[in-house]
Nanobody, 114 residues
Framework: VQLEESGGGLVQPGGSLRLSCAAS??????MGWHRQAPGKQRELVAM???????NYADSVKGRFTISRDNAANTVSLQMNNLKPEDTAVYFC???????????WGQGTQVTVSS
């Protein structure tokens, strides 16, 4: 399984960014995004199952939207009204349908600062 992430960067508070992750090679039970800020544990941001069910961290509900294209094996995260506390490295994570194995992307930096 190979994951290719894109879309991180620097944005001002209140701005928007869109992260994308393209996965190769398999069928995925779930696809999603986690993040890790300096000195903090990695945490779930949002995930979506193959059936379309979603789960969001409370801190991003109403601001972030996750979407998935099953045919293309891509997952995207639209992040609106970004806050400085959203600053972190964002990691794409996928879970195989076959055996529940999890795979992580290399991470993309999101910095929210004026």
């Amino acid at each position: 399984v190979q994951l290719e992430e894109s879309g991180g960067g620097l944005v001002q508070p209140g701005g928007s960014l869109r992260l994308s992750c393209a996965a190769s090679g398999s069928i995925f039970r779930s696809m999603g995004w986690h993040r890790q800020a300096p000195g903090k544990q990695r945490e779930l941001v949002a995930m979506v199952t193959s059936g379309g069910s979603t789960n969001y961290a409370d801190s991003v509900k109403g601001r972030f939207t996750i979407s998935r294209d099953n045919a293309a094996n891509t997952v995207s995260l639209q992040m609106n009204n970004l806050k400085p506390e959203d600053t972190a490295v964002y990691f794409c994570k996928v879970v195989l349908s076959s055996d529940w194995s999890a795979y992580w992307g290399q991470g993309t930096q999101v910095t929210v600062s004026s």
